[in-house]
């Protein structure tokens, strides 16, 4: 499944790396506290340690910019089309153009007609979506785990992300991430992946 | 009783003798004895985790299968809101720096607290903030994203903010006493002991980032009085105001208890093995880099909120990304300690030596997943703000910070007591507590990267949530019987535990038997 932040390949790697910097502190840890062997390790041992580091840093710096990068100009292709094609039209950066309030508590969904549905939005299996989400009152999330793709919505400002839909049809859970008051643990909403989808994505497939 | 001089740090720093028993209940409140303090700070500590954690285990309790079983939100966010509050200010802040009150006048040879006054005043300015708490029951989390810290709660909730108030005065002062202290220390910065170089730093954070909790406290107050409207955009008012002021302060906190603990490590470690630590110089170092780096790194706690230009967020990775350097100086110093010469087996049976190398196994389980939680693609997928996070910091706060206190304070047991600890006891408590927080911290990151959400009370039945919750509450309760062993043995041993010889510590190639214990002359 094609994701919209292409983490499989780059995020293996990084966890990679963090198991392996986990395992290798916790073995040296216990190699010096019960191996029979002693060393004394060289001052320039820690120079050279420092350096492994810090191409680490930099290279983890480098990998997940890039990613996010690539992420972020799939939003500015829509930006420079917006106004000239219609989602799901031909040569349209994405298949749907949702609108999203985030409210205390649950989700209103606003589709390219400006018809409202309430805690579920229905799109076609694999569609490119672009949700544009405001939320008003207090600080919330946006967080689809399906998709790998979360952001976190200040109110009075316009956010938008954007996902590949999963390739199966069946109910994704779309939640709030952030704290907002009693009614959080309710804040939840279903993104319906079906073949039944609305006209704009079936025109376009 | 007097401090030794020993000039060398691996020396031992008291002589053990019966002080507990000896205070009046007047000194113990009011004396500004560096001992008492230190003492009244780490018991009251621990009186803070045992409801702190009761509350834990309560919501726990909630949490163990999906469903509501026993209350809903608001009771449930009143027990994790106290909860958190609790631990972090309450608990692990104060029990670390109370450990370092009790080492800085030996191994600064400073023979008493400098401004003790000001550490009572800091000591009494919590306490009426923790009762604030307590009777305010807010419940709007450790971190009181305003506005909607400012909607939630009943009449009482302004308890909450002045609360917040009163704990960025109290750690002030913690700071400034800190900052005395390390500046009474007579032979020049270069040959000052890394614990003095810790406390340095400490101070640096406290007194520079908690003045601004106070402030976001007294504007949580006037906000929600109706005399201001700097945080609610309903008002006028703008919550990128509120992150970017609240996490100034946010980050260099969740290093306040991290600090002491590290320097505590430096102070244990040459005292259980009879050798200095294997580099000085990268310790001050890493020391200066981490507190440093601690006051440029807070964008990370809210970078999915994208209303930052992309290359100050970028700035603000790369520099989280460092913070890697220093911490992990740290963690290979002390491993490089251990290695170079042979561990004497009285180091490897004591208690606080067990504790020690516990929290160094969790700041590595628990540092090593900052690296992914620094990179803003990876914290846009399954970081940010689901159970990876608190997985993170119950490694660091309880699996390392936490546990270093329980060292320090095994440690000092011997010196204000004039007895040993009940070494099966203590070991129990050790196994509980590897075993229990292993559990619920590898729980918590399974959790985490099957995006479950924070904060909630109640949750659907995925087949990856229900396991792991239900594992997480049975390891809090292995953690909670541990803690029960743990304050028992205190209260036991201190009337019937065996006399502590002239050196507790001393090192040897023998393991320590009761019946050696028992045999040395009691006062």
Redesign the interface.
């Known amino acids: 499944m094609q994701q919209a932040?292409g983490?499989m390949g780059?995020?293996a790697i990084?966890?990679g790396?963090?198991?392996a910097?986990?395992i290798a502190?916790?073995a040296?840890?216990f190699?010096?506290?019960f191996w029979p062997r002693?060393?004394?390790?060289p001052?320039r041992v820690?120079i050279g340690?420092?350096v492994v580091?810090?191409g680490?840093?930099?290279y983890?710096?480098r990998?997940?910019?890039q990613?996010?990068?690539a992420?972020?100009a799939g939003l500015e292709t829509q930006q420079a089309l917006s106004g000239q094609v219609a989602a799901g039209q031909e040569g349209a950066a994405f298949d749907r153009r949702i609108a999203v309030y985030a409210f205390q508590w649950g989700f209103l969904f606003f589709d390219e007609d400006g018809a409202a549905s309430r805690n579920a939005v229905k799109v076609a299996p694999g569609a490119k979506v672009l949700f544009s989400i405001a939320a008003?009152?207090?600080?919330h999330?946006f967080?689809i785990?399906a998709a790998?793709?979360?952001?976190?919505?200040?109110?009075?400002?316009v956010?938008s992300i954007w996902i590949q839909a999963p390739q199966a049809p069946g109910k994704y859970?779309i939640?709030?991430?952030?704290?907002?008051?009693?009614?959080?643990?309710q804040m939840k909403a279903w993104l319906v992946v079906g073949d039944d989808a609305p006209p704009a994505a079936q025109e376009h497939g | 009783m007097t401090a030794t001089t020993s000039t060398d740090l691996t020396g031992p720093h008291w002589t053990p003798q019966d002080l507990l028993g000896g205070w009046t209940l007047r000194d113990f409140l009011f004396s500004n004895d560096y001992r008492i303090i230190a003492v009244k700070g780490i018991l009251t500590a621990l009186v803070m985790l045992a409801l702190a954690g009761l509350f834990a285990l309560t919501f726990r309790a909630e949490l163990t299968v999906p469903d509501i079983q026993f209350f809903g939100?608001?009771v449930y966010?009143g027990l994790m809101t106290v909860h958190g509050m609790l631990m972090v200010f309450g608990f692990v802040i104060p029990m670390v720096i109370s450990v370092c009150y009790y080492l800085m006048p030996v191994v600064l040879k400073t023979e008493r607290l400098h401004w003790a006054g000001a550490a009572q005043a800091s000591y009494w300015t919590l306490i009426l903030g923790a009762l604030l708490l307590i009777v305010g029951r807010p419940?709007?989390?450790w971190?009181f994203?305003a506005?909607?810290s400012l909607?939630?709660g009943g009449d009482l909730v302004w308890m909450g903010y002045l609360a917040i108030v009163l704990v960025g005065v109290s750690e002030f002062l913690a700071g400034a006493v800190l900052l005395r202290n390390v500046l009474a220390w007579k032979n020049g910065w270069g040959s000052m002991p890394l614990l003095g170089w810790g406390m340095f730093s400490e101070a640096l954070l406290l007194l520079l980032s908690t003045p601004m909790l106070a402030l976001v406290g007294a504007i949580l107050l006037t906000d929600w009085a109706g005399l201001t409207g700097i945080y609610d955009?309903?008002q006028g008012g703008s919550?990128?105001t509120f992150?970017w002021m609240f996490w100034f302060y946010g980050h260099p906190a969740v290093y306040l208890p991290l600090v002491p603990a590290i320097a505590i490590v430096y102070t244990l470690l040459p005292r259980f093995l009879g050798r200095p630590m294997?580099?000085r110089a990268?310790g001050i170092i890493a020391f200066l880099l981490l507190a440093v780096l601690s006051f440029i790194v807070f964008h990370h706690h809210?970078q999915?909120?994208?209303?930052t230009h992309?290359w100050v967020q970028?700035a603000f990775?790369?520099l989280t990304?460092?913070i890697?350097?220093p911490s992990?100086?740290h963690?290979?110093n002390w491993?490089?300690t251990?290695?170079?010469?042979?561990?004497p087996a009285s180091a490897?049976a004591a208690i606080p030596f067990r504790f020690t190398?516990g929290a160094?196994?969790f700041l590595?389980?628990g540092g090593?997943?900052g690296?992914?939680n620094?990179?803003?693609?990876?914290?846009?997928?399954?970081i940010?703000?689901?159970y990876w996070i608190p997985a993170h910091f119950h490694a660091m706060f309880l699996g390392f910070c936490a546990q270093m206190a329980v060292a320090g304070t095994y440690y000092l047991y011997p010196y204000f007591t004039g007895r040993m600890v009940n070494r099966a006891l203590a070991n129990t408590h050790f196994w509980l507590w590897q075993l229990g927080i292993f559990a619920k911290v590898m729980l918590m990151y399974a959790l985490g990267y099957?995006?479950f959400?924070?904060?909630?009370?109640?949750?659907?039945p995925l087949p990856e949530w229900t396991g792991a919750q239900m594992g997480v509450t049975m390891a809090g309760a292995a953690i909670g019987l541990g803690f029960l062993i743990f304050a028992a043995n205190l209260a036991i041993s201190a009337r019937w535990g065996a006399a502590a010889p002239e050196d507790p510590w001393a090192r040897s190639d023998r393991e320590p038997t009761m019946t050696a214990a028992t045999a040395a002359p009691a006062e």
């Open positions: 932040l983490l780059d995020q990084m966890i790396i963090t198991f910097m986990g502190g916790i040296g840890l190699m010096a506290l002693r060393w004394r390790l001052y820690e340690f420092i580091l810090a680490i840093v930099i983890a710096d990998n997940s910019a990613t996010f990068q992420y972020e008003n009152d207090v600080i999330g967080n785990p790998r793709m979360t952001t976190e919505l200040e109110p009075g400002r956010q859970l939640q709030c991430l952030n704290y907002c008051g009693l009614g959080h643990t | 939100a608001r966010m419940d709007f989390t971190t994203y506005p909607m909607r939630v955009p309903a919550t990128t992150l294997w580099s990268s809210f999915p909120s994208v209303t992309s970028r990775q790369i990304l460092a890697f350097i992990t100086l963690v290979f491993i490089a251990l290695w170079y010469d042979r561990i490897h190398i160094i196994f590595i389980l090593v997943t690296f992914l620094a990179q803003i693609s990876v914290d846009t997928d399954f940010h703000n689901t099957a995006y959400p924070r904060w909630v009370v109640d949750y659907l």
